[in-house]
């Protein structure tokens, strides 16, 4: 039985009026107005140049897993980018807002947003830069790297990766769209039981957040699925368990914790959803509810939710260092079975969200104990990495930088979560910044990662390389930008500012505050210089392609292939030897050997049934919104039929023949040949950029001792 509503609803409109546009809000409106015109520019640009069949056949049908990396990317930077204007927003109110004298604007008593506002800004930041910016970032790499990386052609389902992307990409438009038609929720990113109770919440921001954070969790527990399947099931010969690149180990254990934790969000989304919908009382303190119980479920997911994130960026740092070392991986199958332990213990630890409610000091140890044990194989890691780089041939580029960065936040990060580890010192600033402080050293180790990232894989996928002088100034100012704004979190944790104030009213921590705020101007200059960045390096792109092997010192089978890697990834799948390919290959001098025949390729095709399907879940998402039943009704027939279609239809798929695949691999090996060519003429270099990074104080690279040979302990 649905739960009647307060407030008005009409059949064909459900709960959705002129009303519930907030066109007289000064701050929504023009930002409203700005985004309708950047739109109606960039669908006039596309059609006036005439891409919309190049978009539909390259971009939006593909199933080709690295365009579908590449746009979980694009999804995750926007995203990264809305969630740190969400910050701004934040910090701007709380430097403002401080003290009973403090002026206000806009409706607000002090500062500029008022605090339903402000909560809603506060629970969207969250919801972004966890599902809709870290977790698409991590899953692009994923996509895009961890098929070549085994030898494989594509994921094991290349549809179904499709629907994940777009399923996240509805999410995303669905958490876009409460910006400008209702509300989002007020209660914090994960919720807080029974304020999301309806009648606590009445409006329609804890819909949109249930069914925008749904909607998100199906999609990354299908692209889960896919990449356990890829890994277990395509790699190429020869590629067995102990040959595994460290990313993909990393990307398996974070894929088990994606594939058992998700169910567990959707399945207390849903009795959320319930308890609004149908009147249901599985979160209410009367009539046979129990808050501990949503509590309880949602960090079941919500802590591994954390490792599920933490692993890939431990993977990308574990590619990076031993590349710009000059060294193999120190350590690594303790490195494998340290990530599976952390995948292990993920399940273990999510009662350290509430040590101060009541649940006793045995349970209270038990958990405490678990926490403290993921920092063993936490450390293991961080040895390792440090072992990798002691006398390496360390080479300082910015994809490095980025690397250091990530390791450095790691361990504040870490040792500031041991100190919450221990219930007596997490009584004390349990709530407090201290706490908020933490966690974004953590999830900034990812940011770093990630950056690192994108610098290193980019020219593999586009054949360039980013500039260095602007990707070591944004790391420069995003540096900086992490010290002024979280060294005085922690301090203002410890002076017992509590977190989610709109209004602060101890006067005393204003300079604190002040320097926040200016830690926040100095990140909105690395956005800028990302923005330089980008332009710097697509202008000059012609001057900085690159070879197969982008760096010169790489080790694993991602750099064996062209640059930028074509649709088919291997034109013959290759053999595997040893645990660092590339670097066996180079070492026996057989890294530029061309097979001496070329045979049939099957390739899935493109298919526009991903693309129609999130957009029928986002419309599906907004009439459940905002109850309109005969669009849930609607959406949801045409979600069924559509899924019976393409499952009569199939994808039989098509044949890339000898001929022609000989043909694009004498194109590719061309390309390889001039740019080497210009390389020699430049500088005497050798393909890929090895000579680029010679250091007068070494003897050049080809001189020296056969050091990657003699430290090279995984030949086969």
Sequence with gaps: MLVDLAGGWNPMLGRLAWSQIPYDNPILAPLFVAVVIGAVLVLGLITYYGKWTYLWKEWLTTVDHKKLGVMYILIGLVMLFRGFIDGLMIRTQQAWAVGPHSSGVFGATHGYLTPFHFGQVYSAHGVIMILLAATPLLVGFMNIIVPIQIGARDMAYPYLNALGLWLTAAGGALIMISLFVGDFAHNGWFGYAPIFELQYSPGVGVDYWIWTMELLALGTTLGGINILATIVKMRAPGMTWGRLPIFVWASLASNVIALTSFPALQVALALVAADRYLGAHFFTAGLGGNLMLYTNLFWIWGHPE?????????????????????????????????????????????????????????????????????????????????????????TFTAAMLWAIGALFLLLVGGLTGMML????????????????????????????????????????????????????????????????????????????????????????????????????VVYTLSVLAFFALLYVSVRDHASNQVGADAWGTSRSLEWLTHSPVPFYNFAVLPHINARDEVAWRRDNGIDHVQPDHYEDIHMPNNTGVAIALGGLTFVLGFALVWRIWWLCAFSLLAIVALVIYRSFKGDPGYIITAAELEQMEKAAMRREARIGKQRHQVGGGVLGEAIAYERSDLPPLASQPSSSVGLDHHRS
Excluded: C
């Excluded at 006067?507 to 604190?512: D, G, L, R, S």
């Design 421 to 520: 580890a221990v219930p007596a010192i997490n009584y004390m600033v349990h709530n407090s910044v201290f706490v908020v402080a933490h966690f974004h050293s953590m999830l900034l180790t990812i940011v770093y990662a990630i950056f690192a990232s994108v610098i290193y894989w980019f020219p593999k996928v586009f054949g360039f390389k980013l500039n260095e002088f602007w990707a070591k100034t944004m790391f420069w100012l995003f540096s900086a930008g992490t010290a002024l704004v979280f060294v005085p979190m922690y301090m203002l944790g410890f002076m017992g500012m509590t977190r989610r104030l709109d209004y602060v009213f101890n006067t005393a921590w204003h300079p604190y505050l002040l320097v926040m705020e200016f830690g926040i």
């Design 306 to 394: 954390v490792y599920f994130v933490i692993l890939p960026a431990f993977g990308m740092m574990s590619e990076i260092f031993p590349t710009f070392s000059e060294k193999p991986l120190f350590g690594y199958m303790t490195m494998v079975l340290a990530s599976m332990a952390i995948a292990g213990l993920s399940w273990m630890v999510w009662l350290h969200h509430f040590f101060t409610m009541g649940a006793g000091p045995y349970v209270n140890s038990a958990f405490s104990v678990a926490t403290m044990l993921v920092g063993i194989p936490t450390g293991v890691k961080v040895f390792n990495w440090a072992f990798t780089m002691y006398r390496g041939r360390l």
